[in-house]
């Protein structure tokens, strides 16, 4: 199972990566981390109009949140989405991707990038401590609500 969550929000969205119809893509080892979801027949669009928890992931996109997560069940990992920019013309970039008008491939594919702002409390006390180095302060304060905040996120 696959979650994307936002508990700020109190948003979540599942998806059964095993459905015959998602196909998921985990690039976690790329030089920029990314994830692909593939839903054949769905048009996350026109469902999230429907759907509060899609509509508010859809809309944090362009947005610097670190508030959404990934979780993915099979290897017990979570992952913080970066959200910041979509579609920009480096590669890989957020991208969503509706494809209606072909009655072969229609669907919603989904690039999703992983923020570089880690979610285990080891790193980010890591960063904490090479930010006030850095004399990095704002950097440092967005860190350190991180690890005071990490216990509730991660349930």
Request: proline residues 3%; negative net charge.
């Amino acid at each position: 199972m696959i979650k994307i969550f936002n508990k700020k929000q109190n948003s979540e969205i599942l998806i059964d990566e095993k459905a015959s119809w998602i196909q998921f893509t985990p690039r976690i080892y790329e030089d920029i981390p990314y994830i692909i979801i593939e839903m054949k027949e769905f048009n996350l669009i026109t469902h999230s109009t429907n759907c509060n928890d899609c509509k508010n992931f859809l809309n944090s996109f362009g947005n610097d949140s670190l508030d959404w997560y990934l979780y993915i069940s099979e290897s017990n990992k979570i992952y913080r989405l970066n959200t910041k920019e979509i579609g920009n013309k480096k590669y890989p970039s957020n991208e969503i991707k509706i494809t209606d008008l072909s009655d072969y491939e229609s669907g919603t594919k989904l690039t999703l990038l992983i923020h570089k702002i880690p979610t285990d409390k080891t790193e980010l006390i890591i960063l904490l401590n090479s930010a006030v180095e850095d004399e990095n302060y704002e950097e440092a304060c967005k860190i350190r609500d991180l690890i005071n905040e990490i216990d509730t996120i991660l349930m």
